[in-house]
C-alpha cells in the first residue's frame, strides 16, 4: 500500500477527539477508500494530563505546536479554535509545507486571505468542510455540486448551539441558561459561547458561504448581527400563539447587483422547512439559476458530526482530490476589492412582530397605532389578553405588521420608546412568511 498520510492534530478536544476516534476505529475503511491508511502522528494540547476519551495514545501528545512543524507531518488538523496564538501557528505550518483541514470559521472569515494567500505561496491546500454547518458537506455542495449555477440566495440555520436553545424552549419550556449550559455540556458551544448566543459565529460561517457562493469578501462589521441572547419565553409563547417559531436566521442574497445579508432571529411559520430544525441541527437552502431551490439538513455541531466533515477532508488530501474541491488557488484572492455592495437596511423590507409592555390605561393602544400609522406601518394582527384591572395592573400587547420598510419600522420602534409611555423597550423581530 501507498505510504500513509501523516496528520499532526492541533487541538484535541470535542471535535479533536472525534477525528481521532474516526481514524482509529474507521482505519481499515478509509484506508481502503483511500488507497493508504491514514496515520495520527502528533497531538498538541494545552494540557497533556486530560483524558482524551482513550482516543488518543499518551506517546503522541505534546504541548509544543513547534512540532507539527518539525515532526515529518504532510497535512494538520486545526481543531483548537481561536485567532490569536492558533492564528500563528497555521500559518507557520503552511509555511512549512503542511496542508491544512480547520473547523475554524473565524479564523478564515477573519483572516482568509492570509491564510489562503500562505498556502498559495507554499503550494498548500486548505480543507475546510467543518468549518461551515458542522456535519452537512456544505462546502463541497458550493463548490462541486452548484458549479454550473449562478447562486442567487443563502438562507440558513448555522448555529448548533442557538438552535438547540430555541427548540428546547420552544418545545419543552425550559429557560435559556439552563439549556445553554446543557448545549455546552454537550460540546456544542464555542469556548467562549457569547459568540453562538449573539450571531457572531453564524455571521462567521455566512461570510464563508458569500464568499464562495457571491465571490465577496465581506468585512464581519458590514454583516448585521442579533443573536438570541436576548430571547424572551414570552416571545416564544407568543410568537406560538400566532402559528409561528422563532429559528436565528443567517441569510444573504442578491438583488441588482448587490448583497443583502443579515443575522437575525426571525419568526417562521411553524410548516415553514427551516422551522422544523430542532436542537443542534442546522440547514441551509441554497437557491442556484439552474437547478432552483435545494435544501441541506444534518447536524451542525457536536464530536462526530463534526469530526465527519474533518475527515473527508483529510480522505480528499490522501487521494489528491483537494484542488478541485478546495479550490486552494482562487479562494480569498489578496490585492483584488472583494467588499460587496450591501444593500443597506432602508431597501429591505419585512413584515414585524412587536411585543409592549404597557400600562393598562384608556388610549394607550390608539397611541401605539397612532405612531405605527405615522410612519406608514400597518397592522396585521394584534393579540392583548385580558389584565387584572386593577389601576397599576400592566399588559402586553404584540402587533404582528404587514410588509413595511425596515427604516420606517425602525423609526416607529425609536418614537415608542422615546415617548416613554411603554413600561420597558419595545422587543421585536422580523417575519418571515
Ligand atoms: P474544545 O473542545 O475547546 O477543544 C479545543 C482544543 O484545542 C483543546 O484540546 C485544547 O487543549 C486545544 N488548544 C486550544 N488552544 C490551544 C493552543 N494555543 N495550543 C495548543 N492547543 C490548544 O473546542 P472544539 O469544540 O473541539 O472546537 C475546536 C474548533 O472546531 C473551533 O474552531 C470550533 O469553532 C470548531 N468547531 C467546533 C464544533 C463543535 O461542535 N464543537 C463544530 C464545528 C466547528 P486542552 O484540551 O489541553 O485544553
Ligand atoms: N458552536 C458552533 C455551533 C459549533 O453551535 O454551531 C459548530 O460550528
New binding site residues.
Given amino acids: 500500500m501507498a505510504q500513509a498520510l501523516r496528520i499532526g492534530l492541533l487541538g484535541c478536544g470535542t471535535v479533536g477527539t472525534g477525528v481521532a476516534r474516526i481514524l482509529s476505529e474507521k482505519a481499515q475503511q478509509l484506508a481502503r477508500i483511500a488507497g493508504r491508511p491514514l496515520e495520527l502522528c502528533r497531538v498538541v494540547v494545552r494540557d497533556p494530563s486530560k483524558s482524551r476519551d482513550g482516543a488518543v495514545p499518551q506517546h503522541l501528545l505534546s504541548t509544543d505546536p513547534g512540532t507539527l512543524c518539525n515532526d515529518p507531518l504532510d497535512v494538520v488538523v486545526e481543531v483548537a479554535g481561536g485567532t490569536g496564538a492558533v492564528r500563528d501557528a497555521v500559518l507557520k505550518c503552511l509555511g512549512a509545507g503542511r496542508d491544512l483541514v480547520t ?1 475554524n ?1 473565524a479564523l478564515l472569515a477573519e483572516y482568509g486571505p492570509e491564510i489562503f494567500e500562505k498556502a498559495r505561496k507554499h503550494g498548500r491546500a486548505i480543507g475546510f468542510e ?5 456535519g452537512i458537506p456544505i462546502i463541497r455542495v458550493i463548490t462541486e455540486g452548484m458549479v454550473a449555477n449562478r447562486i442567487t440566495a443563502i438562507q440558513g440555520i ?7 436553545i430555541l427548540s428546547k424552549m420552544t418545545d419543552e419550556g425550559l429557560n435559556y441558561a439552563d439549556v445553554l449550559a446543557e ?1 455546552q455540556k454537550l460540546g ?3 469556548a467562549d ?1 457569547t ?2 448566543v449573539d450571531g457572531t ?2 455571521a462567521h ?1 455566512l461570510s464563508i458561504l458569500a464568499h464562495l457562493a457571491f465571490g465577496v469578501q465581506p468585512p464581519l462589521e458590514s454583516i448585521p448581527r442579533r443573536g438570541i441572547d436576548g430571547i424572551d419565553a414570552v416571545d416564544i409563547r407568543f410568537a406560538s400563539e400566532l402559528g409561528y417559531t422563532i429559528r436565528l436566521l443567517a441569510e444573504s442574497w442578491n438583488r441588482e447587483g448587490k448583497l443583502a445579508m443579515h443575522v437575525s432571529p426571525v419568526l417562521l411559520r411553524k410548516q415553514a422547512p427551516l422551522a422544523q430544525v430542532r436542537g ?1 441541527y ?1 440547514a441551509v437552502a441554497l437557491v442556484g439559476d439552474a437547478v432552483e431551490d435545494t435544501l441541506y439538513y444534518g447536524k ?2 457536536g464530536m462526530l458530526p ?1 469530526a465527519s466533515s474533518i475527515v473527508a477532508d483529510l480522505v480528499d488530501l490522501a487521494v489528491s482530490r483537494e484542488r478541485m474541491v478546495h479550490r486552494t488557488g482562487l479562494l480569498w484572492p489578496v490585492g483584488v476589492s472583494k467588499e460587496p455592495a450591501i444593500l443597506p437596511d432602508t431597501d429591505l423590507k419585512s413584515r414585524f412582530y412587536l411585543r409592549l409592555l404597557l400600562p393598562d390605561r384608556p388610549g394607550i393602544m390608539a397611541e401605539v397605532a397612532g405612531i405605527l400609522a405615522t410612519h406608514r406601518i400597518s397592522i396585521a394582527s394584534v393579540i392583548q389578553h385580558e389584565s387584572t384591572g386593577s389601576p397599576d395592573s400592566r399588559v402586553q400587547m404584540v402587533i404582528m405588521t404587514h410588509e413595511a420598510p425596515t427604516s420606517d419600522f425602525r423609526m416607529a420602534v425609536e418614537e415608542i420608546n422615546r415617548r416613554g409611555f411603554a413600561v420597558l423597550p419595545v422587543t421585536h423581530y422580523p417575519v418571515a412568511d
Fill in positions: 473547523a470559521k467543518a468549518a461551515v454547518a458542522g448555522l448555529n448548533g448551539t442557538s438552535n438547540y448545549a456544542y458551544a464555542e459561547p459568540l453562538d459565529d453564524a460561517k443542534a442546522n451542525g455541531a463534526t
